[in-house]
Every structure is written in structure tokens, then in C-alpha cells.
């Protein structure tokens, strides 16, 4: 399988079996052929309903459907709604050269880290005895907002210094999935000089290629480029992709 990382998800015999080519993306092998899965949700989905028997219902509801979509509720919430008004706007910015500012989406971010915080009431979990679907998309969301957490990144505002004070109880389920013994080994073991675990891409890998400030006050594709129109994901993955994007002047 092609570098996906290197943009290589575009080349013709990977678009077959991934149209949308984007990320993440999961082959379903099916008599000789490949369907191409994309999107974590539907993702986990598919693999839910393909091995429903080893899947405990406290993680997506099982077959009760007011359970399932409440659990898809919060999962939606988190990977979409909290990721884009967080995530995408201090930290992308200064990795990749994706847009910020938008302020569509960064005006939800305190109401939607209010609605989790009441989610993760006594911090227990996303409401529930077990880790479930959005408590997984939690900490993925916590290590991702980590990527800048080094002090030469300069940040208007710091996931890590806001939670622990104003957010408590989602601090806490951040800290208990931390010590889920799968999350625990994704963050902490380094399987190979070529791949490494999350924290050591935040302390040691993050500062080497990232920005250290935010890009201007945002950025704007360049729609009249000699190579056309580009798909946003192609930025990240580029030598080039300085060339697509401009810093937004006032």
C-alpha cells in the first residue's frame, strides 16, 4: 500500500477503492475486491456490526436504537462539532496551513465544551460505567490539541491550561482513558524508529515541524493556481503545499 501520508491516497489504484480520498479510510475485503470505508464514524460502525459479538454495548449501544443514538450524539459532537471550533483552529493552523478563523465554528467552542463537561459529570466517563465510542474520540481529541503544547508555540488559547480549572470533569475522563491499557500503549510505546507514539510526536516531533505562530490571521485557498483547485487534506501532504494557501491580510 502507497505512503498515504505522502498524498500517495491519490494515485489511481488507491481513488478506486477510495473515491472521496480522504482520511481515515478502511478496505472491506469482499471475494477478491476492495470497498473503500471512509470516515472514522462509519468506520467503526462497519467494524461494530462486523464483529458485534466481541463489541460490549456499553461502547456503542448494541442493538438498542435510542442507546446507539445517543451514543452517535456525543460521538458527533466531539469528532465534529468540538474538533472543528478547537482543533482546526489552533492547531492545524500552524501544522498544516488549513484555515482558521472561522467563526462559525470557533463561536461553539465554550458551548460545546460546556455540553461535554455536564456529559462527563463526576467524571465517569462520557454518562456511562464504561468507556464508550466518545469517550475514544475525547482523547483522541485531547492528544491531538497537544500537538502545540510546548511553550515556543504561541497560542491564543491552551487546551491543557483551560480544561483542568473550568472543565474538571471532562479532565478527569481525559485522564482515565489516558490509563486505558490500549490508549496507554498508542500514546506511550515507540513501536520503530519510523513510527512513534503520540506523546513523543507532541514533545519531540511537534516542535521540529510546526509553526510557532499562528499564519497571519488565517488563511484562504488560492483558487487561480496554475495547478487548479486543490482538495484541502493535498495541503497538509505536499512539498507544494505553501503554494495553495496565503496568509489573509488586514
Keep these: 500500500m502507497p505512503d498515504m501520508m505522502q498524498g500517495q491516497h491519490m ?67 466531539l469528532k465534529d462539532t468540538l474538533y472543528r ?67 515556543e508555540f504561541k497560542r491564543k488559547w491552551e487546551w491543557e491550561k483551560v480544561l483542568p480549572s473550568k472543565y474538571p470533569n471532562m479532565w478527569k475522563v481525559i485522564n482515565k482513558m489516558l490509563a486505558v491499557p490500549a490508549v496507554k500503549e498508542v500514546h506511550e510505546a515507540n513501536p520503530s524508529e519510523k513510527i512513534c507514539g503520540a506523546n513523543t510526536w507532541a514533545d519531540m516531533v511537534a516542535p521540529m515541524v510546526g509553526q510557532k505562530e499562528m499564519p497571519g490571521e488565517g488563511r484562504e485557498f488560492v483558487y487561480d493556481h496554475p495547478k487548479g483547485m486543490v482538495h484541502p487534506n493535498l495541503i497538509s501532504m505536499s512539498d507544494h503545499g505553501k503554494d495553495f494557501v496565503k496568509p489573509i491580510t488586514k
Design 85 to 151: 471550533a478547537t482543533m482546526y483552529q489552533y492547531v492545524y493552523p500552524m501544522f498544516f496551513g488549513l484555515m482558521t478563523e472561522c467563526q462559525y465554528d470557533l463561536c461553539k467552542r465554550d458551548f460545546c465544551l460546556e455540553i461535554v463537561e455536564e456529559w462527563c459529570k463526576d467524571g465517569i466517563y462520557l454518562g456511562a460505567a464504561e468507556p464508550s465510542i466518545s469517550d475514544f474520540y475525547l482523547v483522541s481529541l485531547h492528544m491531538g490539541m497537544m500537538w502545540n503544547h510546548k511553550p
Design 11 to 77: 494515485a489511481p489504484e488507491n481513488l478506486k477503492m477510495n473515491p472521496i480520498h480522504s482520511m481515515p479510510w478502511l478496505g472491506a475485503y469482499k471475494n477478491g475486491t476492495v470497498e473503500g470505508i471512509n470516515d472514522s464514524l462509519a468506520i467503526v460502525e462497519y467494524l461494530c456490526m462486523k464483529y458485534a459479538g466481541n463489541v460490549p454495548d456499553s461502547f456503542m449501544g448494541g442493538s438498542n436504537p435510542l442507546k446507539k443514538a445517543k451514543h452517535l450524539e456525543k460521538a458527533n459532537i
